[in-house]
């Protein structure tokens, strides 16, 4: 097992612009999911995907989208990026259950 | 709305003292309630989960205590260390579903 991998682990950009985050599952974990994590706060659901298909949202709009790839790396794609998105997100991968759950240690988005 | 209500914000306690970090949910779907730990810089890393069937689960120095009809859940840390001083996350979930609503955190420090 190798953990899952996340990159950046920091980033800064500009309000407006637009921002990829990646994701290495942990192997043969095939559900990732990702989160928002604001300073001082829980994280907070954006979406999954299970077979490269998402399957399930949370209170998100559409400028945050994703991706799952074959070998279920993944990605989280930001548009016209606004100073509230500033904070950590994080990736979430497992196999059967949420026992499994494993999180990455995130990247640290900073929008100025 | 914040499915999952935390408390308390922070606390601190002396080495050997038991922490005891409450949370209670609204949402009588969910039936798991994990707790995370989270040091600084790291994504959250699973402790301890319970499901509604038990009213208390042990592991280690780690107890969750759960009250079903109360809709409440605590996590006691007993004889605490130093090294567990972190950020505390309760959570609930749906077991079919990998959509974790997270509590608001707490941070514990355990003075030596």
């Known amino acids: 097992e190798t953990g899952v991998t996340q990159s950046p682990t920091h980033l800064i950009k500009t309000r407006g612009q637009q921002v990829t985050l990646r994701c290495s599952s942990q192997?043969?974990?095939?559900?990732v999911s990702w989160y928002q994590q604001a300073l001082g706060q829980g994280p907070q659901f954006i979406f999954q995907y299970y077979r490269e298909e998402e399957n399930g949202r949370g209170n998100f709009p559409p400028r945050f989208s994703g991706l799952q790839f074959p070998n279920y790396s993944s990605e989280l794609n930001v548009n016209a990026l606004e100073l509230d998105d500033s904070a950590l997100y994080l990736c979430?991968?497992?196999?059967?259950?949420?026992?499994?759950?494993?999180f990455g240690s995130g990247t640290r988005l900073t929008v100025v | 709305q914040q499915q999952v209500k935390q408390s308390p914000q922070s606390l601190i306690v002396q080495k050997g003292g038991i922490p005891i970090i409450n949370c209670a949910y609204e949402?009588?779907?969910?039936?798991?309630f994990p707790w995370y730990q989270q040091f600084p810089g790291k994504g959250p890393a699973l402790l301890i989960a319970i499901r509604p069937d038990v009213s208390e689960k042990k592991e280690g120095r780690f107890t969750i205590s759960f009250n079903k009809s109360a809709k409440q859940f605590s996590l006691h840390i007993m004889d605490s260390q130093p090294g567990d001083s972190a950020t505390y996350f309760c959570a609930a979930s749906r077991s079919n579903d990998y959509k974790l609503s997270f509590g608001a955190g707490t941070t514990v420090t355990v003075r030596a």
């Open positions: 979430a991968s497992s196999l059967v259950d949420l026992d499994g759950y494993t």
């Open positions: 949402n009588t779907a969910f039936d798991y």
């Open positions: 192997s043969g974990h095939n559900t």
